[in-house]
């Protein structure tokens, strides 16, 4: 691991690749041979020669849904300059969206990727809108030259756990 990747994570947060449910991770216009997992799986997002890209158009729909309940602080979306996203867009708990609906919500927070945000620096959401996250969708608009095909290189997403009290941690105390 790189030290670069290691200082990036926010303090107090942790990476939240290990609370995605795989089962159910969607992304509308990928590229059959660039596809998402490229881009967001542990492994291949750290391999800089494996990229996610765009199909028809620029423009990519990704859909993760969580195994638990997070809160969501920052995220991270590396791309080469020119071909990298530039308008993304984040919505909360927000299923089955599709391009021809994506417009008709009003994203939770919206992010313009610069230079150095492309290139690792984390984006810090407005972490009121993310306490009690699901699922997050990322609608990527636009890249930074306005060309046919968007690539992302590398997603990170951090965040922490929400403490729940599940029926387990009752029955503890009732042993007691």
């Known amino acids: ?3 670069e990747s290691a200082s990036a ?10 609370f995605i449910d795989w089962s159910g991770v969607e992304c509308l216009n990928q590229s059959s041979t660039h596809s ?7 492994g291949y997002r750290e391999d800089d020669g494996l990229h996610l890209e765009s199909d028809a158009d620029e423009q990519l729909l990704l859909y993760i849904p969580f195994t638990q309940v997070i809160k969501l602080h920052s995220i991270i979306v590396k791309g080469p300059e020119d071909e990298g996203p530039k308008t993304v867009k984040l919505f909360s708990n927000k299923e089955h969206m599709g391009f021809s609906n994506v417009n008709d919500y009003p994203p ?8 150095d945000n492309l290139k690792g620096k984390p984006v810090l ?3 009121v809108k ?4 699901r699922s997050l969708t990322i609608f990527i608009e636009d890249n930074q030259s306005g060309s046919e095909i968007t690539k ?3 997603i990170m997403l951090y965040g922490s756990t929400v403490e729940t ?9 009732e042993d007691h």
């Open 1 to 3: 691991m790189s030290g």
């Open 9 to 18: 994570i926010p303090k107090g947060q942790v990476d939240l690749l290990d």
């Open 36 to 42: 998402l997992p490229n881009a967001l799986k542990q």
């Open 108 to 115: 939770s927070d919206t992010a313009v990727l610069s230079t």
């Open 125 to 127: 959401v407005k972490y």
């Open 130 to 133: 993310f306490q009690n996250v």
């Open 152 to 154: 992302v290189q590398k």
């Open 165 to 173: 009290t599940d029926m387990k941690g009752l029955k503890k105390i």
